[in-house]
């Protein structure tokens, strides 16, 4: 139970250091309305403290002043007329600013994108790479790895219930509703790790679906994407071969996919290039042997509630499939 | 509450102080019996005395209030630290949706109908509400729908799929079992009770108004209640609709919200924000009258700008029907369509900021009284303020996509609903007590109970603006340490105990006020309307001669004459009927006597709702029940009518 969500260096997840220009708009935005709204604050409560200030004392048996009631305030209403009328002119201000920004935020340039297909699970990601050529195709799970500077048009899909993407350093959050299609435009301009996470209420494992996006310059990215089209390598030694016996002769098999072998559900994440991904369990756990042995054997410790079984498995299976899956590079 | 040996005991000792003007000690006496609950314990559940009903009802959603509280602290223990292990995930699911719907439908939207059926009667000269046996009925009916949720919560059948309940998550397929069904069917009980009390308060107030208090001189906090309750009688029926259908999805196989059936996952969020938005005025818009009431008392002077007050009123709620969309900015909607609801959201600013100015006017031009209630009213400028300002934000499409269902929104939604709403409704506690009880709560415990609130409040609150931006999303039941959210989540938690710490203040202060509190003139604040003419607490039957108002405030301005109605019967529940503007004399009209059946219908109904989650068929064997006690409610008495057709005759 107490196998830690640590160990990670902090990845980055935060709306206010924009790493990419769809998130810079928003920021600037932010800006502006805090800057606005901060004034106008100061102000009110300026003029609330001046009132309470200047106004006399009184107790109960002060007889009321019942002058407003005899003749109109004329002055008084002027004051507030214009005060309305400023506030007007700052909610328009509000208003045509965010048009722009909605704008700016629509005109991203697309030209050359890399295409994802992300389709939502309770709780992990399934991420399918898009090409023009059905052979570049590939699928990989709660990572994903994106160009920086180059765009990138996540399509958004459910499985089951609704989610929500949002990697804030990179864009602000779209739903992942059932039955409807839904598209992400986005960009990093600075390579590094962000991470997102599932932003709607989607079941009791909500707090756990998060997942990485890692942006890399143009080479790494095209390396990285080659290898993910590779089918599984065949494992070089027999603890390994072993380990895909165990693999294919048990319960793995019925919902995960390992490319190039008889492996083919799609129930779970694609696990053709597990030791490739940087965490385990939907960006909850580094994937690591300790973590790896722990989520096999007994997943619902680490996070209650999820789909995958326990696995009883003898400790000669479990070591020889750990080695298996320690080749899915 | 009331128990009626007491009332019958009180009237004896004390009637001599407040017979009022204009009527004999011994006619004061025969009014107070008539209109008296009767005794015993099944006269208990026979009261319908508006003010007896108004005040379980009070008492009701105030325990309502600390369940929710307790929850929410509940909430506060687990996120205090990373991977917390206070509560597990499922528990989570189920505090948090608890948390919210008993906040939403238990306290907020009912407390300040409770309160309104207290107070309106005495601020427009009735003796009465309209429709009392249904305003009893209605009480029953919530307060059965609130124990049937918490009992399902305490056997470990409590609903998990947030108080919005979204489909498909809420649906028969991602939530097996029956713990939606009683989300769902709570929604149809607080429904039910909640159009119920619209109909009675509307009625009241458009037709039982004292003779010449017209539209024009009618209490704002009047005005923010008929506004309220029209509202609801728009914005209730659409998330009867919505979980209607949950409901039949999940219990006989519709496919209302199923994709793949021709259904639609969107559709749920539509009907329910369109209740869902305009829900968030009726629970802000009645403390807009309290503020009003509270801030012209406490600054001795009328609040300025009467029509622009009730004017921006009325847009508010216009308004509040036109942005439910801006919770749903994250959804494929078109974006044009989207900019249209960032236009509304941002222009109910407008009526809202035209209000503050005219407070602040007020306070300015007036001469303070500042006391307790003063305070809590007080920290609307801030708290509302902060909430609204950062609803501003949350109406702009692109800000929203990086706030929405973030801690960022947790916040807002705490300051709008707590500033804008529970702050003011603590002053209004503060402000009527000695008329609900006849002894003043105490000032010093008081102070302490708004400073640490108002601080308590701020801790826990203002750093979730920051969590927010810093990207913890909205009902995760736990974060991982690295991601840097410990120190604030910690602080947030400090401030919720320093919150529940002023709540116990609260409590402390009214039981001991209850007893032992300084006992209160009729008017110990110097209030101008005319609930503060009637000694304290009121008589039974409010006003033992019915005032004649002469302006929009009567205890402040020079009486005009005739000062009061003369002719009604004090032998039986006669009140009378003025028209719909104006409050001309229009006609008497006899109102039932106390009766168990109103609660019988309650039950039975409530056996009707219980049963209907279990099997279909309850719907058609608990209407047995159901129309039975109902036929009894209504069965006519042979002795009345003829004493009714004799006072016709000879009046």
């Not at chain 2, 300040?112 to 209605?138: D, E, H, K």
Request: glycine share 8%; with cysteine; net charge positive.
């Amino acid at each position: 139970m107490n196998i830690g969500m640590t160990s990670l260096a902090r990845p980055l997840q935060d709306a206010l250091r924009p790493a990419g220009i769809q998130a810079e708009h928003i920021g600037g935005l932010w800006n502006l309305t805090l800057g606005l709204c901060a004034l106008v604050f100061l102000l009110i409560v300026a003029a609330c403290v001046a009132a309470l200030w200047i106004a006399p004392r009184a107790d109960a048996g002060t007889a009321p002043n019942l002058d407003s009631l005899a003749r109109p305030e004329r002055r008084i209403w002027r004051v507030i007329g214009w005060s309305t009328g400023l506030a007007t002119v700052g909610l328009l201000v509000l208003l045509a600013a965010d048009v722009f920004t909605s704008r700016a935020l629509a005109r991203m340039p697309l030209q050359d994108a890399v295409n994802i297909e992300l389709v939502g699970h309770m709780w992990w990601w399934e991420a399918r790479y898009r090409d023009a050529d059905p052979s570049r195709e590939f699928t990989t799970a709660n990572e994903l790895h994106i160009p920086a500077g180059r765009p990138v048009v996540v399509t958004l899909r459910s499985n089951d219930v609704i989610h929500s993407l949002w990697i804030p350093n990179l864009h602000g959050k779209k739903d992942l509703i059932p039955g409807r299609t839904a598209t992400l435009r986005l960009r990093a301009d600075r390579p590094g790790t962000y991470r997102g996470q599932c932003a709607e209420f989607c079941g009791i494992e909500h707090a756990m679906m998060a997942l990485l996006v890692e942006a890399e310059p143009a080479a790494a990215y095209e390396a990285w994407a080659a290898r993910q089209r590779r089918p599984a390598a065949e494992p070089a030694d027999a603890l390994a071969r072993r380990g895909r016996e165990v693999f294919l002769s048990r319960s793995c098999v019925m919902c995960h996919t390992v490319s190039g072998t008889s492996a083919n559900a799609k129930l779970g994440p694609d696990l053709t290039h597990l030791a490739s991904r940087r965490t385990i369990a939907s960006g909850m756990f580094p994937n690591n042997r300790g973590h790896l042995v722990g989520w096999i054997a007994d997943p619902q410790s680490l996070k209650p509630g999820v789909n995958m079984p326990p696995n009883a498995l003898p400790p000669d299976d479990l070591q020889a499939l750990l080695a298996y899956l320690e080749t899915l590079k | 509450m009331t128990v009626s040996g007491d009332t019958a005991q009180r009237a004896l000792a004390t009637w001599p102080d407040r017979s009022g003007p204009g009527l004999a000690p011994g006619d004061a006496y025969t009014l107070e019996q008539t209109w008296s609950d009767p005794p015993g314990i099944i006269g208990w559940f026979a009261a319908i005395n508006h003010k007896t009903i108004a005040k379980r009802f009070m008492v009701t959603t105030f325990i309502f209030f600390l369940l929710g509280g307790l929850l929410a602290l509940a909430i506060r223990l687990q996120l205090a630290l990373p991977n917390g292990k206070v509560l597990g995930p499922d528990k989570y699911s189920q505090v948090f949706t608890m948390h919210g719907s008993t906040m939403m439908f238990l306290f907020a939207v009912p407390v300040m109908q409770a309160v309104a059926t207290y107070l309106v009667p005495l601020m427009i000269g009735a003796r009465s509400v309209a429709f009392p046996r249904m305003n009893a009925f209605a009480y029953w009916i919530f307060t059965m729908g609130g124990i049937m949720l918490y009992v399902a919560f305490f056997l470990d059948i409590g609903p998990d799929a947030g108080w919005f309940a979204y489909v498909p998550l809420s649906g028969p397929q991602y939530s097996p079992g029956k713990r939606v069904d009683f989300w769902a069917q709570m929604i149809t009980y607080t429904e039910l009770s909640a159009l119920m009390e619209a109909i009675v308060l509307i009625t009241t107030i458009l037709k039982m108004r004292a003779p010449g208090m017209t539209l024009n001189r009618m209490p704002l906090f009047v005005w923010t209640i008929l506004v309220t309750n029209f509202m609801v009688l728009f914005a209730m029926p659409a998330v009867m609709l919505a979980s209607t259908a949950l409901i039949t999805d999940r219990l006989v196989g519709t496919h209302f919200y199923n994709p793949a059936e021709g259904g639609d996952a969107l559709l749920w969020q539509h009907l329910f924000w369109f209740f869902g938005h305009p829900e968030v005025y009726l629970i802000f818009i009645p403390p807009l009258g309290f503020m009003s009431s509270i801030i012209a008392t406490f600054s001795r002077r009328p609040v300025v700008g009467y029509p622009a007050m009730v004017l921006s009123v009325i847009a508010t709620a216009f308004l509040a029907f036109g942005l439910w969309v801006h919770h749903m900015f994250a959804t494929n909607l078109p974006e044009l369509g989207k900019t249209f609801f960032t236009a509304a959201s941002l222009m109910i600013a407008i009526p809202t900021s035209v209000q503050i100015f005219c407070w602040i006017a007020t306070l300015w031009t007036g001469r303070i009284n500042f006391k307790t209630p003063l305070l809590f009213v007080l920290a609307f400028f801030v708290i509302l303020l902060l909430g609204g300002l950062t609803g501003l934000m949350l109406a702009s499409v692109s800000l929203d996509y990086q706030l929405h269902d973030s801690y960022f929104v947790v916040a807002h939604l705490h300051y709008v609903l707590l500033g804008g709403a529970v702050f003011p409704l603590f002053g209004a506690f503060y402000y009527w007590f000695p008329k609900f009880t006849g002894r003043m709560l105490s000032e010093r415990l008081g102070r302490w109970n708004f400073w640490l609130f108002f601080i308590g409040f701020n801790v826990a609150f203002f750093p979730m603006h920051v969590l927010g931006l810093q990207g913890m999303p909205r009902r995760v039941y736990t974060y991982p340490s690295e991601m840097g959210w410990d120190k604030l989540n910690l602080v947030a938690t400090i401030g919720a105990l320093t919150i529940a710490l002023s709540m116990l203040l609260f409590i402390v202060n009214v039981l001991h006020s209850r007893r032992r509190g300084e006992i209160a003139s009729s008017d110990p604040w110097g209030a101008g309307t005319l609930e503060w003419g009637v000694s304290s607490p009121p008589p039974m039957a409010n006003f033992h001669v019915v005032p004649v108002v002469h302006g929009r405030y009567p205890l402040w301005q020079e009486a005009g004459t005739p000062r009061y109605v003369t002719g009604l019967a004090n032998e039986w529940r006669e009140v009378l009927i003025t028209s719909v503007a104006d409050a001309k004399v229009d006609h008497r009209l006899w109102l039932p006597s106390s009766t168990i059946w109103a609660f019988l219908s309650a039950v039975a109904t409530t056996i009707l709702f219980v049963g209907s989650i279990f099997t279909p068929w309850a719907v058609v064997w608990g209407a047995v029940p159901v129309a039975i006690a109902a036929t009894l409610w209504f069965w006519p008495k042979h002795d009345i009518i003829e004493r009714r057709v004799e006072s016709e005759l000879r009046p």
